[in-house]
């Protein structure tokens, strides 16, 4: 299947049924598949006239209890900022995908990773953080689409799935979930349902009183280090014994670097690969145990150098660290990362390891 | 570099239909047990450019879904031929269309074979099946997968225009028989 219809469907079988979206490429085959698809199953497809509007259709989707998603590309995902700043304030389970593409501004529609920094920084005004997921393949994009449905649910907070052209348009075998629907959010107790015969509810960003605020701020962000405790991922690959070179990537790029990995490990190097998996909560404790025992690092994204910060705090100055960046658009190929992890290893002091 | 996988380049003008033989490839590899990625460039090279898309077939998992120098390279027309035959790994193999590539820079380090796909097709019954003409001699020369599974894959695609189904076939069966006495071939 191809990746954006995929996603579509995954979302489908996690019992999601309701949808609202606009169309730009990268992604627009998700809203073209829901189109026909949720209709067929008595759900909701909602075409809105922007994504500022989508934003706050999810919204209201969301505060009545149903599962909800939109998706989009980089330019219309900065349009939502504000519905996602208030559906973070009022801890509403969404799916917010963004099959990123290349900017700044309209930018271009080759895949790109130009949003890690919007993406992981909480996305818009306010004080908040949100879960984000990277999927480096197909299967991983479905996988993680239904993941995001469970964690939107458990933690009551928008979650993004944070994919890339390559992601979206590329085609792959996928194995589905069985269930065809699945189930209805629950949300008995907090979404608004009608109040005849109990206590009226109410969904919210707004706090006046700045105790009650202050404390919404420290709640909110004690959930997120909840779930950084329980939810963190990554893929650790050819991590195990001590590296002259560690790789670190994340969604389609890590892909690719893997085959650049595989590729100098069969001429004997000693370089493995760190692929956050939720890119936030990023997985600082687990990346920063590897590059203890690294001799350097070497980052690869399509963008200038984003989650290089992330690896930065991680190595806290311990080793140093290389970046290989393409944008554009541009996709860096395996031939030229192996270059790449070459060129930095030739950095190491002369006589090899200590 | 990454064997044992297999990568793939087919390219050609937006409307070749490219896109659709590397999908057939891609799912006649799936359905013999392989793992499979395509990925389109979906970029404004396809709005009224070359289209192309790369295929990888592989036995475990495949790494790279991007392919910049493939083992093989399907060119449909003379643009594509120039743009990516010079990125054909060495030892690799190019299958071009002798009716759109009129001047072709032959490299010393590959193996070409020629084909042209508009004429087979003609033959065949329609012209707007050279695509399938071009996959027929590539998988003619190569034995990357099974006639069965191609035949199958291009039935599922025609299942609801079932009236193109033979003449689809018709087409990739003359590609294969071409690919397969190499004729038009040069080796290095």
């Known amino acids: ?354 | 570099m990454m064997k044992p996988t297999t990568e793939i380049l087919l390219a050609g003008f937006g409307g070749h239909g490219m896109l659709l033989s590397g999908r057939l490839l891609a799912q006649a590899a799936m359905e013999m047990g392989s793992q499979v990625s395509w990925l389109p460039a979906y970029g404004p090279e396809m709005r009224g450019g070359t289209a192309n898309v790369a295929v990888c077939i592989a036995r475990d998992q495949v790494g790279s879904p991007y392919v910049e120098c493939p083992h093989i390279l399907v060119a449909m027309n003379a643009p594509s031929f120039d743009k990516f035959a010079p990125k054909v790994k060495p030892d690799g193999l190019i299958v071009y269309n002798e009716g759109l590539v009129p001047n072709p820079k032959q490299r010393a380090d590959c193996t070409a074979l020629c084909v042209n796909a508009q004429e087979v097709a003609i033959a065949a019954g329609n012209i707007r099946a050279a695509n399938l003409v071009m996959l027929g001699v590539l998988v003619g020369a190569t034995e990357l997968v099974s006639d069965d599974a191609v035949i199958a894959a291009i039935e599922s695609e025609f299942a609801a225009k079932a009236r193109f189904i033979p003449v689809n076939v018709a087409a990739y069966r003359a590609g294969v028989a071409h690919g397969k006495d190499g004729r038009c071939a040069q080796s290095a």
């Open chain 1, 1 to 354: 299947m191809k990746g954006n219809e995929a996603i579509a469907e995954a979302a489908i079988r996690a019992g999601c049924l309701h949808f609202f979206g606009y169309p730009i490429t990268p992604q627009s085959e998700i809203p073209e598949y829901l189109s026909r698809r949720l209709p067929e199953l008595g759900g909701c497809y909602v075409q809105s006239e922007s994504e500022v509007a989508t934003s706050h259709m999810i919204y209201g989707a969301a505060g009545v209890g149903t599962k909800v998603m939109t998706s989009s590309s980089s330019p219309g995902i900065s349009l939502m900022a504000e519905g996602i700043s208030y559906l973070a304030g009022a801890e509403l389970p969404v799916v917010i995908v963004n099959i990123m593409r290349a900017g700044p501004g309209l930018g271009g529609i080759l895949p790109a990773q130009s949003d890690y920094a919007q993406t992981t920084r909480g996305m818009a005004h306010g004080d908040f953080r949100l879960i984000a997921l990277a999927p480096a393949s197909v299967q991983e994009a479905v996988d993680l689409t239904i993941l995001a449905f469970d964690l939107a649910e458990k933690y009551r907070t928008p979650v993004i799935l944070a994919g890339d052209g390559v992601i979206g348009q590329m085609m792959e075998p996928v194995v589905l979930p069985e269930a065809t629907v699945g189930p209805p959010l629950k949300a008995d107790d907090w979404a608004l349902t009608g109040c005849v015969g109990r206590k009226p509810r109410k969904v919210s960003s707004m706090f006046l009183d700045p105790d009650e605020l202050n404390a919404h701020n420290f709640k909110l962000k004690a959930r997120f280090a909840e779930i950084a405790r329980n939810e963190t991922r990554f893929e650790a690959y050819a991590c195990d014994e001590p590296l002259d070179l560690l790789v670190t990537s994340f969604g389609i790029s890590a892909r690719i670097c893997r085959s650049a990995v595989d590729a100098a490990r069969s001429e004997g190097l000693k370089v493995g690969l760190f692929r956050p998996i939720t890119i936030s909560p990023f997985p600082m404790d687990a990346l920063r145990e590897i590059i203890g025992r690294s001799q350097r690092v070497l980052d690869v994204e399509m963008n200038t150098g984003q989650m290089l910060h992330d690896v930065e705090m991680a190595a806290q100055g311990r080793c140093p660290i290389d970046f290989f960046g393409r944008c554009g658009g541009l996709i860096p190929s395996a031939e030229g990362i192996l270059e790449q992890i070459r060129a930095s290893l030739a950095q190491l002091p002369k006589g090899g390891v200590p």
